[in-house]
């Protein structure tokens, strides 16, 4: 089946192969757990088929990961959609500043608190002399 060369048909595309990839990782999942079950009760040639029919349904998943389909052969769809239809800007130093400038106090207050608990998940780590001496170094050209 052929896709639009556009954003809309990069979209169904990443979505009908998401919904097949779910499939087979069900399946696998599934022969995952029988192999389990067989092998626990000395079943081993029974075991091994169902190891078989999981490495099979791995594989399938990892087709739909990776697979293009027309029109997207050159490029694959998902990369297609990110770099041409998410609609990111740049983001910079002045963005970021921008950002913080219009937030509102509740964004603000959730922002304050991401960075009081990464500082706090860092308090007792061993702190590394040198690579903060470098950076700070970094800063020694501000005028």
Same mark, same amino acid.
């Given at each position: 089946?052929?896709?639009?060369?556009?954003?809309?048909?990069?979209?169904?595309?990443?979505?009908?192969?998401?919904?097949? =990839?779910?499939?087979?990782?069900?399946? !696998?999942?599934?022969? #995952?757990? *029988? +192999?389990?079950? @067989?092998?626990?009760? &000395?079943?081993?040639?029974?075991?091994?088929?169902?190891?078989?029919?999981?490495?099979?349904?791995?594989?399938?998943?990892? =087709?739909?990961?990776?697979?293009?389909? !027309?029109?997207?052969? #050159?490029? *694959? +769809?998902?990369? @297609?959609?990110?770099? &041409?239809?998410?609609?990111?800007?740049?983001?910079?130093?002045?963005?970021?500043?921008?950002?913080?400038?219009?937030?509102?106090?509740?964004?603000?207050?959730?922002?304050?608190?991401?960075?009081?608990?990464?500082?706090?998940?860092?308090?007792?780590?061993?702190?590394?002399?040198?690579?903060?001496?470098?950076?700070?170094?970094?800063?020694?050209?501000?005028?």
């Amino acid at each position: 089946m052929a896709y639009p060369y556009s954003c809309a048909g990069a979209l169904n595309l990443i979505t009908n192969y998401t919904a097949n =990839y779910a499939i087979w990782k069900f399946f !696998a999942d599934g022969f #995952t757990l *029988n +192999a389990n079950t @067989y092998w626990l009760a &000395n079943e081993d040639h029974t075991a091994i088929g169902q190891i078989i029919n999981a490495l099979d349904s791995i594989n399938n998943c990892t =087709y739909f990961n990776s697979y293009s389909e !027309a029109p997207f052969n #050159t490029y *694959n +769809a998902l990369y @297609y959609y990110m770099v &041409n239809c998410t609609g990111a800007d740049e983001f910079d130093m002045d963005s970021l500043l921008s950002a913080m400038v219009t937030a509102s106090p509740d964004q603000l207050q959730y922002f304050i608190g991401l960075v009081d608990a990464y500082r706090q998940s860092l308090w007792n780590k061993p702190f590394n002399k040198e690579y903060f001496a470098a950076l700070a170094r970094g800063f020694e050209t501000w005028e």
